[in-house]
Every structure is written in structure tokens, then in C-alpha cells.
């Protein structure tokens, strides 16, 4: 069933129950061309949506041994940002505008998905691949991981997400505006100083995913909408004020409260069995 979720560039797989792994293999370097974003962000998309996949953690990890992603494919970098033939500067400016919108839109889907989704990253990440795993709810890298937010060396301010993110997930705002300013290459080590991944596993590709599938198989057994409700009240914490976040906090628990998974839990704890929590999706009649 996972499989159908695939992509030529994007593998779905479903290595446990409810947990799904997301491996980006587009040969050699995993760099996004058009294409490739916007199927990425399909697939987080359908995933969210679909009664066929109950989803209940999710890794992203790159399927290609030496390297997380190049980020942008140089070469399709002139269509990204083409003006569409438009002479006027503010005709282009506009397109442009769209354009870049919908290019945050899609790397952003793992945000908005319910479930939430560990980046397990190793090799390199450059570019793009920071702006992809500052939306994730978890990051976790391998010692041989390095990192780079390049977009100032081509010549603009990075613009799908790292400088939105970063002040707001790291807690070292000095060095996240070197980085950031300096485009310079950084360790597993410094980004775990900066506070961007949690987690540095020994080893590389397969230990750092090893490592990301153990913890989404214990975040899957959780009641999922514990779950969602922690995912989305995290979020909105993030980005409002602390007086914001209850009056929020006790509109959604007023509704989630009733929910039946609570019972679930505590009878399946009394009866020292697995719980059995229902879909969030509902399953097509």
C-alpha cells in the first residue's frame, strides 16, 4: 500500500506499522528541479489526505548513500527563476511572487501534515536540504552529515524557509546569522550547537534512519490524537504569544478531549495489552 505513494524520484515504504519512510533518489545528488519539489510535496500531501495510508510518523531520509540533497538542480536553476517572458520588471516581479510561493508551499507540506515527520539526515545537506528538515518536528543527523546554507553564495537570500525558520527553531541566533551570512560548511557537531538537529548518530546513512524508525515506532503507538493535537499546539506556540497559545490550547482540547482514544488508553493499560487507536482518515465507504 505505501509503495502506491511513490514517485520515480520519491520511495514510500512502510518499514513498521503506521511509520513511514520517505527516501528522496533522485540520482546523482538528489538536486530539486521543478518536478521534483512539487512532487515532493504531493506525496506529503496525499499522504496527509488519503484514507488508504493511516499515517502516524513519518522519516525522511535520503535514498542515495553519500548525500542528503545538492538542493536546487543548477541546471533547471534559469526556469525557477524565469520571469515568463514579461518585459515589465513589476509583471516579472509578480509571476516571480507566485512562483516562489508555490515552491514554499510544497517543501512546507511535512508542516502541515497531522502526523508528525523526523528528518534523518546524513552526508551532505546543502541549500535546500536546510529548508527542508527546518519544517520537520525532528532532526536527527549522522556524525558524517555537513551542512550549508549556500544561497548566498549564488546570490540570494535563502527564500523557502531557512531564515523564517531558523531564529525561530535554533537557539543560538549569533551563529545561525554567520551560517547563514557566510554560506560556510558546518558539522553535525555545530548544528547540534546551534540547536538545529537533536540527535548525532555514529555512523551514516543507515544508522541515522535506523536511529529516526526507532523513535517514530514509539511516537506511533501513541494515541494519534495526542499526537496531532501536540504536533499543531507546538506549531502555534511557536509562532504566537504565550496568552495566544492557551486561549488556542483550550479551544482545541475543549473539542479533543472527547476524544475515545483516552478510554482506549487507560482500559488497554488496566488489561496490559496494545491499544487500539482508530484512523484520523476516514476510510472511503
Known sequence: ????????WIKVSEPHPHVYLI???RKPA????EEFWVSYGK???DLRSSPKADVRCAVLSSGLDRIFTAGLDIKSAGNILATD????PARAAHYLHDHIRAFQAAIRTPERCHFPVIAAMHGHVIGLGVDMSSMCDVRYAAAD????IKEVDIGLAADIGTLAYLPKITGNQSLARELALSGRTFSAQEAQQLGFVSRIVPGSRAEVITAALDLAKGIAAKPPIAVAGT???LNHARDNSVDASLDYTVVWNSAMLQTKDIPESLTARQEKRVPQFAPLNKPKL
Open 85 to 88: 517572458g514579461h518585459a515589465d
Open 23 to 25: 527516501e528522496l533518489q
Open 43 to 45: 506525496v506529503f500531501d
Open 231 to 233: 504536533k499543531r499546539l
Open 30 to 33: 538528489n538536486a530539486f528541479s
Open 1 to 8: 500500500m505505501a509503495d502506491s505513494f511513490s514517485t520515480p
Open 145 to 148: 552529515a555537513s551542512f550549508s
